[in-house]
């Protein structure tokens, strides 16, 4: 992997209280993956489950195979948009999943609310962006 650093300047809000970086550095990276939006979805294209946390759970494990199908892992994201359903009753949900999960270095991340899905169930759709 290129050289990987995090950045939140002085004068802006801290992030990590979020579970997010302001900036993600990456120098001389070897590849760029990027992943379509998973999320508690099975082989069948079926909704996993219907609660908010297990949801959220099934679609960072959904992540985790998809990198490494791709030789990364959940270290490897620099970048990250979560759509929900609900942001205002779901935020804080992805957000604690997301730190237990990338506990160091955060990406960078947006979450945006009202989201539609494709299947109905679905609460939470992923997408990230990994640098190796």
């Not at 209280?17 to 992943?35: Q, T």
């Not at 079926?46 to 494990?61: G, L």
């Not at 169930?121 to 992923?126: F, P, W």
Request: charged letters at 25%; one cysteine or more.
């Amino acid at each position: 992997m290129g050289f990987r650093s995090t950045i939140n300047p002085e004068g802006m809000w801290d992030p990590e209280k979020r579970s997010y970086s302001h900036i993600v550095k990456i120098e001389n990276p070897s590849a760029i993956i990027f992943l379509a939006g998973m999320a508690a979805v099975n082989e069948k294209m079926e909704v996993s489950c219907t609660d908010i946390e297990d949801q959220v759970v099934d679609t960072f494990r959904n992540i985790e195979a998809q990198l490494a199908a791709a030789g990364a892992t959940l270290e490897d994201i620099a970048d990250m948009t979560v759509y929900m359903k609900d942001i205002k009753a779901h935020g804080d949900v992805v957000r604690r999943v997301r730190r237990e999960l990338i506990p160091t270095a955060p990406p960078t991340s947006t979450m945006v609310g009202g989201a539609d899905f494709t299947l109905d169930g679905l609460l939470v759709e992923i997408d990230v962006i990994a640098v190796t």
